[in-house]
Structures are given as C-alpha cells and as structure tokens.
DNA sequence: ACCTGAACACCGTTCAAGT
DNA sequence: ACCTGAACACCGTTCAAGT
C-alpha cells in the first residue's frame, strides 16, 4: 500500500476545512492564508500548490458554504412538497438560520470578498442551482395562486432579495430596536413574506 | 494670523477623504492606513493622533458615507411630497443609486467591514435617522392607503430589507442573467415595490 | 507532484523622541 | 497637541531547492 503522501494526501480539503475553523473563529478580518497552513500543519506556501491565491482559497470556502446553504435549503422545503406557502416561509426560514449559524461564511459569500466570482466555476455553477431551487419554489407558489402570475425569475429575485436583505440589515445590526424589541426575525420575514403571499 | 499648523489644520478630514479616494480605487481589500497616511502625505504613524486605529477610520468613512446616502435619498424623495408612491420608488432609486456609484463605501458601510459599530456614537445617530427618514416615507405611503396598515417601523423593515437586498444581489453579480437579459435593476425594484404597494 | 525555507514588499500598531 | 522614525509581529506571494 502506498505510505502515506507527503503529508496526509488530501491537503486541498483540508485547506478549506482549516479555512472554515479560522473563519468562524476570528471572522473574515482575521483570515489569512499563513494562519491556513499553520492550523493544516503544514509550511506558509505549501497552499500555493492547490490555490493560486487567498482568492482562490476563499472562492472555494464560498463554495463549500452555498453547498452547505442548498442542502438546507432544499432539507427545509422538501417536506412541503404539497403547500407551496410553508414552503416559502420554511426556506426563508432556513436561509436566515444559516446565515445566523455560519455569519462569516454568509458574509464571504455574499459580502464582496471574492472579488472575481465569475472565474470560479464550481461558485458560479452552485449559486445558479441554488437560485433554480428558489425559482422552483417561486413556480409552485404561483401555481396554487399563492404568489400572483409574474415571470417567476423575476419573482425570485424579488422574495429572495427580501429575504436576503433583512437578514443582512439584521446581522449588521441595522434593525432598530423598536422592532427588535416587539418582533422576532422570524416575525418580521413573515410579515414581509406576507406582502407577497397576497392579503385579503 | 496663525501659520498653517503642523500640516494643514485638519488632518483628520483629510484622512477620511483620502480614505474615500483609496476606497474607491482599490476597493475594501486595498484599503490601508499607510496608504492612505502616504495620500495625505504624513507618516504612517500620524493618523493614531486621529483616530484609535483603522477600524475607526473605517467607521468615519462609514458615517460619510450615511450622511451621503441620508443627503440623496433625502433629495430624491422631498420633491414628491403630494406623491407617497412616488417617494417609495425614488427613495428606492436613490438608495440604488448611490449603492452602484460608491460600491466600496456601501460595502464597507453594510458588509461587516467595521465590526462593533454600536461603539461609533456618529455612526449609530446617522444611521438612525436614515431609518427614520424611511419610516416617514412608509407612513405617508399607509396615510395615502398606499401601504397596508401595519406598524410602521415593521414596514419600514420590509420595504427596506427588499431595496436593500436586491440591490446587495445585485452588485454581488447574483442576478441571473435569465432576468438581467429582460429587465433593468429599476425594473425589478418596481416589481419588488408593487408586492407591497398593492396590486387590484 | 508536493512541500520547505529564505526572501521581498507590504501591513497594523506601539513607542520614544522631536517641535 | 501633533507628527516622525525605528521597531515588532504579522501579511501575501515568489522562487530555488529538496523528495
């Protein structure tokens, strides 16, 4: 059997793993690749032979975190295949839990870090199928007459952007306290879902 | 008359522009004190006289930059005031406006740049009162029967939450070109608006 | 192919010293 | 009060060299 690599063979990933520890430890402000490699146990520049830059790094720890956001994603509204409504406010749910439960990551992915998304494929591609899985909600919504006729990207684009928006107000701390103090996030996502689920 | 001072009297603004200047030419990352130190021409060490360290410089910018944005949403809505709907939609734009013709500092203002903002006494009164000019707006929209009533504050959240949301997307380049290719950024915040304006 | 160690040009921050 | 210059502990990145 082949002796084990260099190092344990699969540095690459581990990268990322250690990347994602010093991430939540000491926030966006506090990565650096050098801290990386030290955690990975191995020397300053052994990661520039898996990454061509801290970009790169990070483009690839955006990536694990919109797996990680898809697969939550999709566990939360899976279950109401057949109520399309509790499935807009369970996936709402469930992007404002990550979010709150991965604020660093949330904010590498979404916050202007990665300076040159489009040249990441695997990011590019795992953003698009998270947006379709939303469209898909979107559709279902409007099939059952839950969300008014509409293009359904443009749609999507609408809901998920409120969603996203008062979750980024709320971990900036831009929601004042005189709704904090007499509502919930939760409240307020689904008072805001509300405009668009149609009142009467 | 007194000689000009040490420098030119007032280094500590003209820290916060060349900061502003560094900022939107290099963007968040490119930002450093010693850069900015050198473009006002002092010592890298000069501006601890001014401020405690970088993050208080980065919360000076921030605070510009509200007073900026309270300065053109402000602006942008006063002329309508017969006009609640309309103050809605050019309030929006204004804010859009801003966000795309000063990314950096609308970054660094809502993307956990500066990390204890709550210890920025100027940056909390700014930001307050931006959110109360948008509270005056979403009331005079529910006076007019142009918003659902609710409370007001809540509202101001969600309408809020959607502007700012989409327009983070947005710069994020995480707008589907599926929807880019058919509508404008002013489009889909119309769109989004109508959701709470109301539809019959 | 995968990793190391020295080197370079940068950082933020501190501190003794100068006017 | 306001600013300088040396110093320290960090960075990202490159490159020759080792296995």
Known sequence: MPAKKYHHGDLKNALIKAGVGILSKDGVGGLSLRKVAKKAGVSHSAPYAHFADKQALIAAISTE?????????????????????????????????????????????????????????????????????????????????????????????????????????????????????RFTLRDILLFALDSNVGRD
């Open 65 to 181: 975190g919109f797996k990680h956001l898809y697969t939550e994603l999709d566990a939360a509204v899976s279950p109401y295949s057949s109520d399309p409504r509790q499935q807009l406010i369970e996936g709402a749910w469930a992007y404002a839990q990550f979010a709150t439960n991965n604020t660093d990551t949330f904010n590498i992915m979404f916050s202007g870090v990665l300076e040159k998304e489009k040249d990441y494929p695997a990011f590019v591609e795992i953003s698009r199928k998270t947006f379709e899985r939303v469209v898909e909600i979107i559709k279902a919504c409007q099939d059952a007459g839950v969300l008014r006729p509409s293009p359904p990207e443009l749609m999507a684009v609408s809901v998920w952007g409120q969603v996203h928006g008062i979750i980024s107000l709320a971990l900036e701390g831009q929601i004042s306290h005189t709704v904090l103090d």
